[in-house]
């Protein structure tokens, strides 16, 4: 699977939104954008994913660049709740990889009340 | 949404001794699931992908005698860390996917299993 880059750390206000970055210049025509967070001392858990248009779900909206090679994790209103490490993953649909997930360093977000 | 649990929630074990965790779907059937390594402030490794009724997959750099692997049922893997070692320290996490498409399918994790080796 295509690599991502994200920063390593942002920092937000409480109840303001949040724009996570996640940089994936080599991405297929066939790469799936997923996002998951990691809450301190607890698994991942899923947020949102999606392949070409831009997508909402009750956690958060996925922005996807035009040319697919950038998206933006969007938390509408930041809580402390969603201080977590963000984590943008490629899945790629043919991929022989036997659906297993590769994680990167992630985005490590910090909420400040 | 679907559930994953994992048993015990921590444990703290003696250095020479086996310790056995086990990967739960609570409501879903899971052919497939995933085990994850993670040392404090770094991401998620994968170790192994468990399948039902055969052997698991190991990552390489695991060491598949030391780390085993049985995945029995539907619904249940486990991993027994054999010999365990202060070095295998670490919190521990299964995942099952969905069952959808692999670019598609979204994956539930357990709640990790935190190992301490004194």
């Known amino acids: 699977d295509a690599k991502t880059t994200q920063p390593n750390s942002m920092e937000s206000n409480e109840e303001e939104p949040v724009h996570l970055p996640c940089n994936h210049s080599t991405i297929s025509g066939t790469d799936y954008i997923h996002w998951y967070r990691q809450l301190p001392s607890q698994g991942p858990e899923y947020v949102i994913h999606?392949?070409?248009s831009n997508v909402n779900n009750r956690m958060a909206s996925l922005a996807i660049a035009e040319d697919r090679k950038s998206s933006t994790l969007i938390l509408h209103r930041a809580t402390l709740r969603d201080a977590a490490v963000y984590y943008c993953?490629?899945?790629?649909?043919?991929?022989?990889?036997?659906?297993?997930?590769?994680f990167g360093q992630g985005t490590e977000l910090s909420v400040k009340p | 949404g679907a559930v994953v649990s994992q048993h015990p929630s921590r444990v703290i074990c003696k250095s020479g001794t086996s310790v056995k965790i086990e990967c739960r779907s609570l409501d879903f059937q899971a052919t497939t699931m995933f085990w994850y390594r993670q040392f404090p402030k770094q991401s998620l490794m994968l170790m192994a992908t468990s399948n039902e009724g055969s052997k698991a997959t190991y990552e390489q750099g695991v060491e598949k005698d030391k780390f085993l692997i049985n995945h029995a049922s539907l619904t249940l893997s486990t991993l027994t860390v054999t010999s365990a070692h202060p070095e295998d320290s670490s919190f521990y996490i299964c995942?099952?996917?969905?069952?959808?498409?692999?670019?598609?399918?979204?994956?539930?994790f357990g709640p990790g299993t935190r190992l301490t080796v004194l």
């Open positions: 999606g392949l070409t």
């Open positions: 995942s099952a996917p969905t069952g959808q498409a692999w670019g598609t399918d979204t994956q539930y």
């Open positions: 993953i490629l899945r790629d649909v043919y991929s022989n990889q036997g659906g297993k997930l590769i």
